[in-house]
């Protein structure tokens, strides 16, 4: 199979997600302002969406540097094909990652 084939419907996909969150975001936001809500609760929903992605961006860079060291040591090992021994390594670097996350994220202040 093309890799075109695959690499664009999935493409597509990802935008399609990110436009409608984005949108779905704008509206929340909107009617909050319509609503008038207090600036206590619009304050503390701008303050938890802040946290989310400090800890989106956390978890993202956990997983990428986790993901590269699995790779660094499959490249070290000398691997060249694609088997068993890749692919744990691989997914046990990627569960290491979250892991870390989860530690970091459980013992925020």
């Known amino acids: ?13 990802l935008c ?7 949108v779905l975001d ?18 503390l929903i701008l303050a938890g969406e802040r ?6 961006a956390l978890r993202s860079g956990i997983l ?11 490249q070290w090992i000398g691997w060249q094909e694609i088997n068993a021994g890749v692919v744990a390594v691989l997914v046990g670097a ?6 870390v996350f989860y530690a970091l994220a459980r013992h925020r202040p």
Request: aromatic share 6%; no cysteine.
């Open 94 to 99: 990627t569960g290491i990652g979250h892991l």
């Open 64 to 74: 990428l540097v986790s993901i590269a060291a699995g790779f660094g040591l499959v």
């Open 1 to 13: 199979m093309d890799i075109q084939h695959t690499l664009v419907p999935l493409a597509l996909f």
């Open 26 to 43: 704008a509206v929340m936001r909107e009617r909050l302002l319509k609503e008038r809500a207090s600036e206590e609760t619009i304050d």
């Open 16 to 22: 399609v997600t990110y436009a409608f969150k984005a």
């Open 51 to 56: 946290a989310q992605r400090r800890l989106a």
